[in-house]
């Protein structure tokens, strides 16, 4: 069984609770959490120590229709892809990701049937809501790739519906 504690014991004891957050005390939060700093003036996360960018809705659309180099990568399950993916989008589901930036080209090819990135691509990843393509970042960042994007408007955002 968990222990379950009541946020009034906290209240009373030395430990505190953040007033941000009535999820954990401040005491697990300064031992436990390390929330994603924000650098002033860009979207450049580095929470992990692991930067990537996010890109709207809009950035996005412009960069399809641009002649810049980019890879846009859907790390969902190869079944949500029946509800559509965004045009120009790879598919590389993210549970297989960390194995395929270790994969050399011609395996990564054949499995995927795409190119495999490189180190110093402009990779955008999305999924359904943004949380898997935030985990995605995460992984190509400590993996070594240097221009990391997170659509985190992902599916829903672009298409307007979720499924």
Not at 47 to 62: A, C, T, V
Not at 77 to 84: D, S, T, V
Not at 135 to 154: L, M
Request: proline share 4%.
């Amino acid at each position: 069984r968990v222990a379950r504690h009541s946020r009034n014991a906290f209240r009373s004891s030395a430990v505190g609770w953040n007033s941000a957050s009535s999820l954990f005390p401040v005491a697990y939060q300064s031992v436990c959490l390390t929330p994603p700093k924000v650098v002033a003036g860009s979207r450049l996360f580095t929470g992990r120590n692991q930067p990537f960018q996010l890109i709207s809705k809009n950035e996005l659309e412009i960069l399809i229709k641009s002649d810049e180099t980019y890879v846009l990568v859907d790390v969902r399950e190869p079944f949500e892809h029946a509800h559509g993916v965004i045009e120009t989008a790879r598919c590389v589901p993210l549970g297989e990701l960390a194995a395929a930036c270790h994969m050399d080209d011609t395996e990564f090819q054949s499995k995927y049937g795409f190119e495999k990135f490189k180190e110093h691509d402009k990779l955008v990843f999305y999924c359904k809501a943004g949380v898997r393509s935030s985990d995605a970042c995460q992984i190509a960042a400590s993996n070594g790739f240097k221009h990391v994007f997170n659509y985190k408007g992902s599916f829903i955002e672009w298409f307007g519906t979720a499924y």
